[in-house]
């Protein structure tokens, strides 16, 4: 029987074959230096050669890296939830391929994990987060106001930021909730929270660093007009099926050991 590793890292790709090289790399490398034993699930669709640099870049390694994806664009959450199912870590969590925020900010969330959380999610949105480079004013005045049409619609007045891409969640508690998400878009992020919710597990926000790179997949109008439709239908599938309490997962009966 194959053991289980501690740490399984989603990384979801869009045509990167620019940067993916150097991401997996910074992943693997520390990784390897802080981590006992863990996995990488890469899902990179595009039709750039992303894809095709991943599996190289996987064959020559070390470390543990399964490659998959398709030359269609699918969506981010499709992404996720394909690289989760296929993950086997008792901490499951995903992280950009762009690396806005740095592999190394992990030491700020899985502790959380050991404290009775359930979720931790990187936040870009309190007070210690540090922006070490920003986003055009256009973008960051997008992003406040989708922010209050978001909160309005879900309730979820307690998360400052759903849109981080780094999140980590119990290995249990990320195939529940990946298994019942459904939204391929940008708004997987906005479900999942809202699932995890409705259901009453317990999540943690940690502030990071992050950094823009100028390279936004998304249209200002379209995209966020199909964000807001993404929405509602999260909201209205929510009131055509009452969530039940969520169960403690077996394996979290007790207490996880630490990974560091």
Request: one cysteine or more; hydrophobic letters at 40%; proline letters at 5%.
């Amino acid at each position: 029987m194959a053991v289980r590793p501690e740490l399984s890292i989603v990384v979801p790709a869009y045509n990167e074959a620019k940067r993916i090289v150097e991401s997996l790399l910074a992943i693997t490398s520390y990784l390897e230096a802080h981590r006992p034993s863990f996995e990488i699930i890469v899902i990179a669709d595009g039709n750039d050669g992303t894809r095709e640099k991943a599996r190289d870049f996987a064959a020559k390694a070390r470390a543990p890296i399964q490659v998959g994806g398709s030359p269609s664009r699918r969506g981010k959450g499709r992404g996720i939830r394909e690289g989760i199912a296929l993950s086997s870590g008792h901490i499951i969590g995903f992280v950009d391929a762009d690396s806005k925020t740095p592999i190394d900010e992990v030491e700020k969330l899985l502790p959380w994990l050991d404290e009775g959380y359930h979720i931790v999610i990187g936040s870009r949105a309190l007070r210690d987060s540090k922006i070490e480079v920003a986003q055009p004013l256009h973008r960051r005045l997008g992003s406040k106001a989708f922010g209050l049409a978001m909160h309005l619609t879900t309730g979820l007045w307690g998360i400052h930021d759903t849109q981080c891409g780094f999140k980590f969640f119990h290995g249990a508690v990320a195939r529940d909730l990946f298994g019942r998400q459904k939204v391929d878009g940008y708004m997987f992020d906005v479900e999942v929270l809202y699932l995890a919710h409705r259901s009453g597990y317990r999540i943690k926000e940690v502030a990071v660093r992050w950094r823009d790179d100028g390279d936004s997949r998304l249209d200002l109008v379209v995209g966020n007009w199909q964000n807001m439709i993404d929405i509602l239908r999260i909201r209205l599938a929510s009131r055509a099926a009452r969530l039940p309490p969520a169960k403690e997962p077996a394996e979290l009966a007790r207490r996880p050991r630490r990974l560091d």
